[in-house]
Nanobody, 128 residues
């Protein structure tokens, strides 16, 4: 079984920054075999795609709403994926989830239904 644990959320003022981490573990887990995505769900909103990264880190993809503000990266030696969030806005307030998809392809994935494992989420709150 694979476990994903998010951390790094918190309360920040608009314009501030946070870095989220997603640590993977499990008897069969090797981050080299998993594409990872970040999703978020705000109050009374549906879960939405934020960013994704291929298993090697060579390909990334972002939602239009976070492009040029958020950066996804990974350190496979540490089995960890990061989401650097800059210039945060109140509308970024949400519960942020990371998800992992076992794949042999060098692709990233922006649909929640494509992912095999999910973390419990970390709350990000941006005050105006």
């Amino acid at each position: 079984q694979v476990q994903l644990v998010e951390s790094g959320g918190g309360l920040v003022q608009a314009g501030g920054s946070l870095r989220l981490s997603c640590a993977g573990s499990g008897r069969t887990f090797s981050s080299y075999a998993y594409a990872v995505g970040w999703f978020r769900q705000g109050p009374e909103k549906e879960r939405e795609f934020v960013a994704a990264i291929s298993r090697s880190g060579g390909r990334t993809n972002y939602a239009d709403s976070v492009k040029d503000r958020f950066t996804i990266s990974r350190d496979n030696a540490k089995n960890t994926v990061y989401l650097q969030m800059n210039n945060l806005k109140p509308e970024d307030t949400a519960l942020y989830y990371c998800a992992a998809k076992f794949t042999i392809y060098t692709a990233n994935y922006d649909r929640a239904t494509e992912y095999d494992y999910w973390g419990q989420g970390t709350q990000v709150t941006v005050s105006s």
